[in-house]
């Protein structure tokens, strides 16, 4: 079956402009998680969602970050103001039932901000 | 103390070897336990999970994990030039943070034939 699938791939904005990433979870998987890779790091956690809210969003850096889930399926990741420090390959994973068990990753979306 | 430690590598080993790659993690209370493979500009792609004290295996992978050591490893038998990769390790503290993976910075693997 179909993966997780994140868009665009590859996103070069501006410094200060506005982006939003998408994600679409494996068909069934209940929980959706955020991430985001810097070069020569793992991955760190930005959010996660059951069903349609939040469970924990304690990984979000600051407020110009935002995700939402509104049906409980596809999620937007929003950031406001980009800066450049923003630039990374923002991944997106998904698990089904209860958070805590194996999460698959989709492909990334890498952000570029000039 | 970094939460989940791996050796940055890089491991070189020969073909047909057994690789060994090891992770440490500082919070005690830690429930579930992963491996996941990278291949250089792609995405983390799982390859073992571990939940219990012990050995797993799965093909020529085995994970362990000794809790009261907090230690995680995984061992790849007859390493193929194919396993050549970053190998993530990551840990789910569980509690209030059940969705929450915390990765290690990853140990690069290469096999030579």
């Known amino acids: 079956g179909a993966g997780v699938s994140q868009t665009p791939s590859n996103k070069v904005t501006e410094k200060g402009k506005y982006v939003e990433l998408r994600c679409d979870p494996i068909s069934g998987h209940t929980a959706l998680y955020w991430y985001r890779q810097s070069l020569g790091q793992g991955p760190e956690f930005l959010i996660y969602?059951?069903?349609?809210?939040?469970?924990?969003d304690s990984g979000l850096p600051n407020d110009r970050f935002f995700a939402v889930r509104p049906e409980g399926s596809v999620s937007t990741l929003k950031i406001q103001r980009t800066e450049r420090g923003d630039s990374a390959v923002y991944l997106c994973?998904?698990?089904?039932?209860?958070?805590?068990?194996?999460?698959?990753f989709g492909p990334g979306t890498r952000l570029t901000v000039l | 103390q970094k939460e989940v430690e791996q050796n940055s590598g890089p491991l070189s080993v020969p073909e047909g070897a057994i690789a060994s790659l090891n992770c440490t993690y500082s919070d005690r209370v830690s429930q579930s336990f992963f491996w996941y493979r990278q291949y250089s500009g792609k995405s983390p792609e799982l390859i073992m999970s571990i939940y219990s004290n012990g050995d797993k295996e799965d093909g020529r992978f085995t994970a362990q994990l000794n809790k009261a050591s907090q230690y995680v490893s995984l061992l790849i038998r007859d390493s193929q030039p194919s396993d050549s990769a970053t190998y993530l390790c990551a840990v789910n503290r569980g509690g209030t943070s059940y969705g929450k993976l915390t990765f290690g910075q990853g140990t690069i693997l290469t096999v030579h034939p």
């Open positions: 969602f059951q069903g349609t809210g939040a469970a924990d």
């Open positions: 994973a998904s698990s089904l039932g209860l958070a805590g068990t194996e999460q698959f």
